[in-house]
Each structure stands twice: as structure tokens, then as C-alpha cells.
């Protein structure tokens, strides 16, 4: 069952911008910690940004630091990604996620709740 569904994807050149969206489509999604991962066709899913349930931290892997943001709000339990700087190798399946049972201290394992993706092309 899809608990979220992503918005915001395109095809863009390299340096431009986009920003995901991430809405629940059930009450229970959105209540701990919340991330995006991205996955490239025939390769494994890759944890991009993580934000714990009070906003206050966030975790990013080292090939997007410095060009994407994570932030959420609560009040709607959606999840948000904004993407500058965009180069071709950020080309992807873009999937936000929640994790149930944990709301600080997040990192890219046990995530439960899944989106269904929404794609993000970059060309150069």
C-alpha cells in the first residue's frame, strides 16, 4: 500500500533547481523520522537527506551536501527536498519514507512507510 505520494519531479539541465514534495496518503505516515532516498535502475536505493520529527536535525549524504535541503511540516506531515545545483549523476527514482518507531537520530535504516517515487531527470 503507498503511504505518500511524491510530487516535483522533472527533467531539468544540470545547475538547475527542484523541489520534491512528499504528502501522506495515511494518518500514520509522517510521524517519526522522515528521508528521501533515490534509486537508479538496476542499482540500490540511496539514502539522500534525513530529518528527525522536530526538524531540528538533519542528515545528508556526502555527494549532496551543500546542494539540497530536507524540511517538513508537521502540521500537514509532509516532507519536502529542495535540489539546486542539480548535476547529471543526481539523476533518479526519488522515494520519500518514515520511520514509525524512531524520531530523532535519523539515518538512512528502518524506514517502513514508503512513497511511490517520483522521477528526477538532470541533463547536462
Known amino acids: 500500500q503507498v503511504q505518500a505520494v511524491e510530487s516535483g519531479g522533472g527533467s531539468v539541465q544540470a545547475g538547475g533547481s527542484l523541489r520534491l514534495s512528499c504528502a501522506p496518503t495515511?494518518?500514520?505516515?509522517?510521524?517519526?523520522?522522515m528521508a528521501w532516498f533515490r534509486q537508479v535502475s538496476g542499482k540500490g536505493r540511496e539514502g539522500v537527506a534525513a530529518?528527525?520529527?522536530?526538524?531540528?536535525?538533519?542528515n545528508y549524504a556526502d555527494s549532496v551536501k551543500g546542494r539540497f535541503a530536507i524540511s517538513r511540516d508537521n502540521a500537514k506531515n509532509t516532507l519536502y527536498l529542495q535540489m539546486n545545483n542539480l548535476k547529471p549523476e543526481d539523476t533518479a527514482m526519488y522515494y520519500c519514507a518514515t520511520d514509525s518507531w524512531r524520531s530523532s537520530s535519523c539515518g538512512f535504516s528502518g524506514y517502513d512507510l514508503w512513497g511511490q517515487g517520483t522521477q528526477v531527470t538532470v541533463s547536462a
Open positions: 495515511t494518518s500514520t505516515f509522517g510521524r517519526g523520522c
Open positions: 530529518i528527525d520529527y522536530d526538524g531540528r536535525s538533519t
